[in-house]
């Protein structure tokens, strides 16, 4: 009878007794070899040390074997000489662009017929030389003033004008009435440029840009004394139909005859729908190499809407409008 009632407890003693065994036969074997444990993969170790240790070992093999690699095709290829092979084009963001219909061709003759009938025609036939008018917003600090004297320095043809009380219709219509062709408008937030508004007169079109990275002259080093010549421009990468309109609109500030003398050039250079703005001049020391100054300023443009006409934001009409919720699902996806 007694051991019809506790032979229960009798065979959890046993089963315990088993399960410590097993785990103190584990621990010694693992005792024993210690090595196992330093055999782990980096996702398994618990150490924040070690796993950075590990990483920075991996991290340096590879950029040992990426070297000799490099090392041995540039041998093959100069031992090679005319039939080695090409070298292989790497993979970017660039590279893995998917097609996109409105893509501009350089002898597209749809293109130029629109060119020669759109609202900056009269510019590029050298027919009304651009007159700018610069101005900000309506209580703007030192900073944004700063920034706009730069802004009027680069483009020799422009004005600056207190913005005061002054409404954006009203002086979208002042200004026509002066002979402007164009009003650049510096927003601020916190005391900072943070946009600009580029309005093309007098039946626009007009767009918004986010403004980032603003370094002025005095910021940058070694940095050179601009003169008034006025400068060349380079439009680099406006590859659709969207970023043709915007680089003709940038286009369009300068003077269609730049002076040579003064060796200044001015660079829009499109990379991932952002704009960088450059200032440099250039002395050709050769045949080959040419040197660069930097002049400054430096800033760069994120486009935000594009609208047809002057300003207007209540009855006007939008040409393109950038909505993140849909337009970036895809990286590889530019609209300039």
């Known amino acids: 009878g007694i051991n019809a009632e506790y032979g229960h407890y009798f065979k959890q003693i046993n089963l315990s007794s088993e399960i410590m065994s097993e785990a103190a036969s584990s621990s010694t074997a693992t005792m024993a070899n210690p090595v196992s444990y330093h055999k782990l ?8 040390v070690v796993k950075r240790q590990m990483f920075t070992k991996m991290k340096k093999a590879k950029n040992t ?79 944004t003033r700063k920034f706009v004297d730069e802004l009027v320095n680069v483009i020799p043809n422009s004005e600056y ?31 900072k440029p943070n946009s600009i508004i580029v309005c093309h007169l007098p039946e626009g079109p007009t ?39 915007i680089g003709r609109m940038m286009g369009s500030l300068f003077h269609y005859d730049p002076q040579f003398r003064g060796r200044n050039c001015v660079t829009f250079h499109n990379q991932r729908d952002f ?33 047809k006409g002057t300003f207007d934001t209540t009855t006007g009409e939008y040409e393109w409008y950038y909505n993140h919720k849909q337009m970036d699902v895809n990286r590889r996806t530019f609209f300039l």
């Not at 993969?41 to 924040?48: A, L, S």
């Not at 350089?106 to 007159?131: G, H, I, M, R, S």
């Open 207 to 245: 767009a918004t840009f986010r403004l980032t990275s603003v370094v002025l002259k005095k910021q940058l080093k070694r940095h050179g004394n601009a003169t008034t010549h006025r400068p060349e421009v380079i439009l680099n990468n406006f590859s659709t139909r969207l970023g043709h309109s």
């Open 275 to 307: 704009i960088f703005f450059r200032r440099h001049r250039y002395v050709f020391k050769n045949n080959v190499k040419v040197g660069l100054q930097e002049l400054g300023p430096r800033f760069t443009l994120k486009l935000r809407r594009v609208q």
């Open 161 to 191: 004008s207190k913005r005061g009380k002054v409404d954006m219709k009203c002086l979208v219509k002042q200004s026509v009435d002066a002979g402007f062709t164009d009003i650049i408008v510096v927003n601020e937030d916190m005391k």
């Open 65 to 143: 074997g990426k070297k000799k690699r490099r090392k041995a095709a540039a041998e093959m290829r100069e031992a090679m000489g005319d039939e080695a092979p090409p070298k292989p084009v790497p993979h970017t963001i660039e590279s893995l662009r998917p097609a996109d219909i409105t893509t501009v061709d350089a002898d597209d003759e749809e293109v130029a017929k629109d060119t020669q009938l759109d609202d900056f025609a009269a510019y590029f036939n050298c027919e009304t030389p651009p007159k700018v008018l610069v101005t900000t917003n309506k209580k703007s600090s030192l900073g």
């Open 41 to 48: 993969p980096i996702q398994e170790r618990k150490c924040k």
